[in-house]
């Protein structure tokens, strides 16, 4: 059987990463695909324990190396219990933030360093990167005034984080473009949803001719 493609989506707060996530599932479920859609951290009972450990606003004084060991922790459990088997099965998933989040975050700004975030991921996921990453790149300023308008959605303790922090996460997503573009296509968050959903479907329209799923 064809093991399935991996996916991943990523962007700062406030990108509309996961109304773009659950609309790309479903074109991409027209196009043929057998699609599932997970999230990081979490996606499965362990992972979303931790994820509940590492968003608590109470923990505000945890460290920066443990705050990017129990994401990677959080990921390697989500990975062997989740990702490994849908992709095995010849399923496909799209997952909403993966590594490159905690290269950005962790790695980036919080000044752990992008290599040294990435080795510890790299033990946890055995090197399997997506095959194809999408990054939806906002102005932070644009992406936290629309999460603020938005009071539906939950503040996490990350959320709480200034301003400069979230232009330090974009400045690491970019770093990140230039490292690996071959995986990661940047994509103008800051246009109307719809708008960015048509630059979404162009990229996955390629990636799936490239294949040969689409003619
Ligand atoms: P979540 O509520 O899922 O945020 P969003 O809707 O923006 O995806 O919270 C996840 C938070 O964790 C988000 O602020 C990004 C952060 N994060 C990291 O710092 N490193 C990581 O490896 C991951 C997966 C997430």
Do not use: W
């Amino acid at each position: 059987m064809q093991r399935g493609y991996f996916f991943s989506a990523e962007g700062g707060e406030g990108a509309g990463k996961s109304s773009i996530v659950s609309r790309l599932s479903e074109y991409l479920d027209s196009r043929g695909l057998e699609i599932i859609t997970s999230r990081e951290p979490g996606g499965i009972a362990i992972a979303e324990q931790i994820r509940s450990v590492i968003l608590d606003k109470e923990n505000t004084e945890m460290d920066g190396r443990t705050e990017a060991l129990l994401y990677a922790a959080a990921r390697r459990q989500h990975y062997v219990e989740k990702i490994v088997p849908t992709l095995n099965e010849g399923k496909s998933i799209i997952c909403d933030r993966f590594i490159d989040s905690s290269l950005a975050y962790q790695g980036h700004a919080r000044g752990l360093g992008i290599d040294k975030v990435l080795s510890i991921n790299e033990f946890a996921i055995e090197d399997v990167f997506p095959d194809l990453t999408i990054y939806l790149d906002i102005d932070p300023e644009v992406g936290l005034r629309r999460i603020n308008e938005n009071a539906d959605r939950e503040i996490n303790r990350l959320d709480l984080e200034s301003l400069a922090f979230h232009r330090k996460v974009r400045e690491g997503y970019l770093e990140l473009v230039r490292r690996f573009p071959a995986r990661i296509v940047k994509i103008n968050a800051n246009q109307k949803m719809d708008e960015v959903f048509e630059d979404v479907k162009q990229v996955f329209d390629r990636f799936l001719v490239s294949m040969g799923k689409l003619s």
